[in-house]
């Protein structure tokens, strides 16, 4: 079971698949990128950067710095890896609500 | 160069950042804006990077405190302190809702009451050099009898301002009864009105808005305030504009602004020389104003002034044989003073104003008090808290600093709130409590609140914080702090003077609410019930018989009478008489009052001796009547048959009746002696008196202005109540007695808070106690009483200390009655019932807790 606090915010479990989709190169801009164009939502960096921040400190992404470029005046990038907690979270996450979604009468899913 | 994002942005970015987390902000960052730049153009990129940076301003991505270097500007509010402050405040949120709710609702009232007292306070302080300005009064005294009024010799002021090097500039002015302005066809009889000298303006410091102080130098001019302006003209300009005052055109020459904050409350002045006037020393029916050179003090002045005056009217007083002194006011001094007769000043009374201070006061230590009797609990009870503090924080959870930036967080908390609730309350109660409030002053009150409010709060944290912990968690005072059974005394103290104060309220309201009680039920002599009062225009008794004939037919009404005395409406109810006494016919300035013969029966005042006088026949002897307290004070034994000579038309009458004593005013005036005589040609009426029946039909009024309007046709119909009338002269005293209910709705709540939070924190530290004495063989009764020991020490201190203050306080209020009740037993008793139960309820809650403890579940734990 989840414990308390470990649950996933909606936005959360965005930014958080978003990571876990980009397998070259998961961090801030991209992760924002990837969420307009996939889910066509436009959101601000800092918000996408907190919401990294606070699953690192769930312990379901974990943190490195590399990739600089001269875009970026040569300052590095720092990428955000899944854990395996946070594969398992992602997992419970959508067997639950497929389970619940099931339930629901006339819904094809 | 050109492709690089905002410098000033950046370099905000820079400066804010916490530099382990610059690097990849920043990287992405300009990214994004490279992008924008390629896709959207320079204007976008640009906006959008300062939204960028705006919008990463969050208290993650900020700079954390150095341990090296010490805290930088934008971490102050950050730092570990105030974190803890905010954590400790959300972990017990009761008690800081107990500590800062209490704090700022004392504080709100108490500023509240502090804006009314300050406006009382300063009235005329806006007349530059008001120091120097003084007003003239007249003491009077006549056959050993003194009088005091507001008024002075017409001729005094420009005489004094001649012939004495030490006044500097005079003016004067008449107060005009009655006065009606007429324009087109509008008549305004609402209006205040006096009449000024030329030099008025430049005396005193009305501000004119439009026009100028020349204003008033010529006949038939006259100066109005702004809202007059509005009144009679609209919005058209009122320089030059006419308005009629008794078949004058006066023209208007300046506008002032509304006047506030003043003695004289006027809406129109006229100049002096519309009207003649009798202006000789002899006349003591105006009011006079004088500037002294700044190095005369008033003492010396009035010496002068005396002498001065003394010459003059060195006549009038041998004629008389009476004594004549000036009585010199300074002009700020006039609202609060005392009062005299005559005075068209607008007063308060002192009294009322200080017993108002008091209040303030004693809210503000309330409010104090309440939070540190709390603070203090809440720290012997987190003892703990600070030894771990200590480790993990180090230099940086000091527990000073920690008592300090909790003074600061509530400090925070409580001045917001408490003028939110100021303004809140003043705007919802400002007609109810009759206390007007001058929002312009709150500016200048949160500047002095805030520092004042902050020093007291760390002053008093810091104390606080050196009883509690001096410097180091030492192991002693970590005993004494969890040593539950000793409760240190100033804890003790705080929470008499809290419960002290709510019993003292307790016990001023049940006195108020008494000797209200005591004035309803108070038999005046006169039957004020059902009474209507029309305000004649003119002194014409003729029409007045006319009008009272025609009122009496109509159906509802019992009886319809003229006199000359209606309550707060005249000025001048004194006159000098010759009235027989042992020693010959003795002259004596007495009240008087003429009306016609069946007034007192319609009103139902008995006539205790002798009879009514029957209508008079003209050319026989005058009929008099007197009050019982007259027959006292002239030394009367048989008062019927004594003569009585009237001053002003030197004709003899005898007195034929005595009347029961009754109430002209209020119960705050002792009864004077009093005569009366019936109204006739030379003794008009001012007032009819109607009564009507207890229920009349609903149109009566409209016929009665009809039968009004027949008579009096140029007149505006204007019906007053007696019993409203009467209930208005009382106005102050309900003020008083509204605002102490506030008090004690607001002092019950806060010590209410109080006791309980105290006894909560109580009950926190002596759970393993009672525990342990659980298990070693108390019953429920014995722990109750133990946690109630306590308080109930506390309550009997309070009550010991409260009794003498009661008495004290209410004694000011009760002393400026003459007919009053004596504060007795019940007033103390009813307080400490309820202080009793008050107590009861609230620690109660908590003794009940504590004795149902399973000592089991308590004693688990090592503390």
């Known amino acids: 079971m989840i414990q308390k606090g470990g649950h996933l915010g909606e936005f959360e479990e965005l930014v958080l698949l978003g990571a876990a989709s980009l397998v070259d190169e998961p961090y801030g801009v991209s992760i924002m990128k990837y969420i307009q164009s996939e889910a066509g939502r436009q959101v601000n960096i800092s918000a996408v950067h907190e919401v990294l921040k606070r699953l690192e400190r769930k312990g379901y992404l974990k943190s490195k710095m590399g990739g600089a470029t001269t875009e970026r005046g040569g300052r590095r990038k720092r990428y955000f890896f899944l854990t395996a907690a946070g594969k398992r979270t992602l997992e419970e996450s959508m067997r639950l609500k497929l389970q619940l979604y099931k339930r629901v009468p006339n819904f094809s899913i | 160069m050109k492709d690089q994002p905002p410098k000033w942005a950046d370099r905000f970015l820079a400066w804010y950042c916490d530099p382990d987390l610059l690097e990849e902000i920043q990287g992405d960052a300009h990214e994004l804006y490279r992008e924008r730049l390629r896709d959207k153009g320079r204007v976008i990129a640009t906006v959008r990077y300062w939204w960028d940076v705006i919008r990463f301003l969050r208290t993650s991505n900020v700079k954390k405190v150095n341990a090296v270097t010490g805290s930088t500007y934008l971490s102050i509010f950050w730092n570990l302190d105030f974190r803890i402050a905010l954590r400790n405040a959300f972990k017990n949120k009761f008690t800081f809702l107990v500590k800062t709710g209490g704090l700022a609702v004392c504080l709100a009232f108490t500023m509240a009451i502090g804006l009314f007292v300050v406006r009382e306070l300063s009235y005329d302080r806006f007349h530059p050099g008001y120091r120097d300005m003084y007003r003239i009064g007249s003491m009077v005294e006549l056959d050993g009898v003194v009088t005091r009024y507001g008024?002075?010799?017409?001729?005094?002021?420009?005489?004094?301002?001649?012939?004495?090097?030490?006044?500097?500039?005079?003016?004067?002015?008449?107060?005009?009864?009655?006065?009606?302005?007429?324009?087109?066809?509008?008549?305004?009889?609402?209006?205040?009105?006096?009449?000024?000298?030329?030099?008025?303006?430049?005396?005193?410091?009305?501000?004119?808005?439009?026009?100028?102080?020349?204003?008033?130098?010529?006949?038939?001019?006259?100066?109005?305030?702004?809202?007059?302006?509005?009144?009679?003209?609209?919005?058209?300009?009122?320089?030059?504009?006419?308005?009629?005052?008794?078949?004058?055109?006066?023209?208007?020459?300046?506008?002032?602004?509304?006047?506030?904050?003043?003695?004289?409350?006027?809406?129109?002045?006229?100049?002096?020389?519309?009207?003649?006037?009798?202006?000789?020393?002899?006349?003591?029916?105006?009011?006079?104003?004088?500037?002294?050179?700044?190095?005369?003090?008033?003492?010396?002045?009035?010496?002068?002034?005396?002498?001065?005056?003394?010459?003059?009217?060195?006549?009038?007083?041998?004629?008389?044989?009476?004594?004549?002194?000036?009585?010199?006011?300074?002009?700020?001094?006039?609202?609060?003073?005392?009062?005299?007769?005559?005075?068209?000043?607008?007063?308060?009374?002192?009294?009322?104003?200080?017993?108002?201070?008091?209040?303030?006061?004693?809210?503000?230590?309330?409010?104090?008090?309440?939070?540190?009797?709390?603070?203090?609990?809440?720290?012997?009870?987190?003892?703990?808290?600070?030894?771990?503090?200590?480790?993990?924080?180090?230099?940086?959870?000091?527990?000073?600093?920690?008592?300090?930036?909790?003074?600061?967080?509530?400090?925070?908390?409580?001045?917001?709130?408490?003028?939110?609730?100021?303004?809140?309350?003043?705007?919802?109660?400002?007609?109810?409590?009759?206390?007007?409030?001058?929002?312009?002053?709150?500016?200048?009150?949160?500047?002095?609140?805030?520092?004042?409010?902050?020093?007291?709060?760390?002053?008093?944290?810091?104390?606080?914080?050196?009883?509690?912990?001096?410097?180091?968690?030492?192991k002693s005072e970590y005993a004494t702090l969890i040593n539950t059974s000793k409760v240190a005394p100033a804890r003790k103290y705080f929470l008499a003077a809290q419960l002290c104060f709510s019993f003292l309220m307790l016990g001023l309201i049940s006195i108020v609410i008494d000797q209200f009680r005591f004035i309803n039920s108070y038999d005046k002599g006169i039957d004020h019930a059902n009474t209507a009062v029309i305000t004649l225009p003119n002194n014409d008794i003729s029409n007045a018989s006319v009008l009272t004939d025609e009122l009496r037919k109509l159906s509802g009404v019992v009886g319809a009478e003229v006199t000359s005395y209606f309550p707060a409406g005249q000025i001048e109810t004194r006159g000098v008489f010759e009235l027989e006494s042992e020693e010959g016919m003795k002259q004596r300035l007495v009240q008087y009052l003429h009306s016609s013969p069946s007034f007192f029966s319609m009103m139902k005042v008995k006539v205790v001796e002798g009879k009514m006088f029957e209508p008079e026949l003209p050319g026989g002897p005058r009929k008099f009547l007197v009050n019982q307290t007259a027959v006292r004070e002239f030394g009367w034994k048989e008062a019927v048959g004594k003569k009585i000579v009237g001053s002003d038309d030197g004709r003899e009458g005898v007195v034929t009746g005595v009347v029961q004593d009754f109430h002209l005013g209020t119960l705050h005036e002792p009864i004077e002696p009093l005569v009366i005589f019936p109204a006739n040609e030379d003794w008009g009426a001012n007032f009819v008196y109607i009564k009507t029946d207890a229920t009349h039909a609903p149109d009566l009024v409209a016929r009665m202005e009809k039968v009004h309007a027949a008579v009096y046709p140029d007149q505006p119909f204007e019906l007053n109540y007696l019993e409203a009338r009467y209930e208005s002269l009382y106005r102050e005293d309900f003020q008083i007695q509204r605002i102490l209910l506030v008090g004690l709705v607001i002092s019950v709540i806060v010590t209410c808070l109080g006791v309980f939070g105290m006894s909560a924190l109580l009950m926190a530290l002596r759970t393993r106690e009672m525990g342990i004495r659980k298990v070693v063989g108390a019953n429920r009764q014995q722990l109750f009483y133990l946690h109630m020991k306590l308080f109930l020490g506390v309550v009997i201190i309070s009550m010991v200390a409260g009794i003498p203050l009661i008495y004290y306080l209410s004694g000011y209020w009760l002393n400026t009655f003459a007919y009053r009740i004596a504060p007795g037993i019940l007033h103390s008793v009813l307080p400490c019932l309820c202080i009793i139960v008050i107590v009861f309820a609230t620690a109660g809650w908590h003794a009940n807790r504590n004795a149902l403890v399973n000592p089991a579940d308590v004693l688990k734990y090592e503390n």
């Open chain 2, 151 to 474: 008024v002075s010799p017409f001729k005094m002021g420009p005489t004094l301002a001649t012939e004495l090097p030490e006044v500097v500039g005079y003016t004067r002015l008449l107060h005009l009864s009655k006065p009606l302005f007429r324009k087109d066809a509008e008549t305004f009889s609402h209006t205040r009105a006096i009449m000024a000298d030329s030099n008025f303006l430049s005396f005193f410091g009305y501000r004119i808005i439009h026009g100028d102080k020349t204003a008033l130098d010529h006949p038939q001019m006259a100066v109005i305030t702004e809202s007059t302006a509005r009144l009679f003209f609209g919005n058209a300009d009122p320089i030059g504009q006419t308005i009629e005052f008794y078949r004058n055109m006066l023209e208007v020459g300046a506008v002032v602004e509304d006047v506030s904050q003043s003695h004289l409350d006027f809406d129109v002045i006229v100049s002096w020389d519309t009207f003649d006037h009798r202006d000789v020393w002899e006349n003591i029916n105006a009011y006079t104003y004088v500037r002294l050179h700044p190095d005369v003090s008033p003492e010396k002045a009035t010496i002068f002034i005396a002498d001065l005056a003394g010459e003059y009217l060195a006549n009038m007083i041998a004629e008389y044989n009476a004594k004549y002194d000036p009585i010199i006011q300074n002009v700020a001094d006039i609202h609060l003073g005392e009062h005299l007769d005559e005075d068209i000043a607008v007063r308060r009374k002192a009294s009322n104003v200080y017993i108002l201070m008091v209040v303030m006061v004693f809210f503000l230590l309330i409010g104090l008090v309440n939070y540190h009797n709390i603070a203090l609990a809440e720290l012997s009870t987190q003892a703990r808290r600070f030894v771990i503090l200590r480790i993990f924080g180090g230099v940086y959870a000091l527990p000073s600093r920690v008592v300090v930036t909790d003074a600061v967080l509530t400090l925070l908390t409580v001045v917001p709130l408490a003028l939110m609730l100021m303004w809140l309350c003043l705007s919802l109660t400002s007609s109810w409590l009759g206390v007007s409030a001058d929002f312009t002053q709150i500016g200048p009150a949160t500047l002095v609140a805030l520092p004042a409010g902050f020093i007291m709060i760390v002053i008093l944290s810091a104390w606080l914080n050196s009883w509690v912990v001096g410097g180091g968690v030492r």
